[in-house]
């Protein structure tokens, strides 16, 4: 276990509402990553960190912010969660961009009505 | 997409059986990794290949890579009920996050 927690595990939420996921970890691991998975897409990458305040957007970024203000944290934001965003976000955390594997949460399942 | 291909997409087998499952992908690679989720949790790192090697194995695992080809397979050998899982690939190409295919879904029936 790499010592990541994502919470909440479950959260159904209205169209239009903020929502905010967050990842947690107790490794010192620098890079963090957000992922959504959808049937027949696999893991799309949604935005990831590199540091404390350093970010950078993956393939399905739009209608999703994230935040990193201390190297354990790195939260995922939905300013206005519209029906399209229900799926299972999972967080991982990695020692490079791609060199190593990744060690991933146990997801976060929204479901946006 | 940038996201590889993983071949067949479900796979079922009887317990006892090997289970081989490929990935394409289409641009150049520094290393190719799979990866296992069971169902409900999280994804869980099984082995890297890198792109001058070839064949590597871990326990049950043999993962080889053609990289003229653009494809790598996963075989689990002598498949247990317990390896009925989702098996993805993912490819690392330097400077950018780890990307992943669709998936392979493996039953294996006792």
């Known amino acids: 276990d790499a010592g990541i927690t994502q919470s909440p595990r479950h959260k159904v939420t209205e169209t239009g509402t903020p929502v905010t996921l967050r990842c947690h970890q107790t490794?010192?691991?620098?890079?963090m990553y957000w992922y959504r998975q959808d049937p027949g897409h696999g893991l799309r990458l949604i935005h990831y960190s590199y540091g404390v305040k350093d970010t950078d957007k993956g393939e399905v970024s739009d209608g999703y912010s994230v935040s990193r203000s201390k190297t354990e944290d790195f939260l995922l934001t939905l300013e206005s969660a519209t029906s399209s965003q229900t799926s299972v976000y999972f967080c991982a955390l990695g020692s490079g961009r791609d060199v190593g594997e990744l060690f991933f949460g146990e997801g976060s399942r929204l479901t946006v009505l | 997409s940038q996201q590889g291909e993983e071949d067949p997409q479900a796979l079922s087998i009887q317990e006892g059986e090997n289970a081989t499952m490929n990935c394409s992908y289409k641009t150049s690679i520094n290393n190719l990794q799979w990866y296992r989720q069971n169902s409900g949790r999280g994804l869980v790192h099984l082995i890297l290949i890198r792109s001058n090697e070839r064949e590597k194995h871990s326990g049950r695992l043999r993962v080889t890579l053609d990289t003229s080809k653009k494809s790598s397979s996963l075989l689990i050998t002598a498949s247990r009920a317990a390896d009925t899982a989702s098996y993805f690939c993912a490819r690392g190409s330097g400077n950018t996050p780890l990307v992943f295919g669709k998936g392979t879904r493996l039953s294996v029936i006792a």
């Open positions: 490794e010192n691991h620098r890079y």
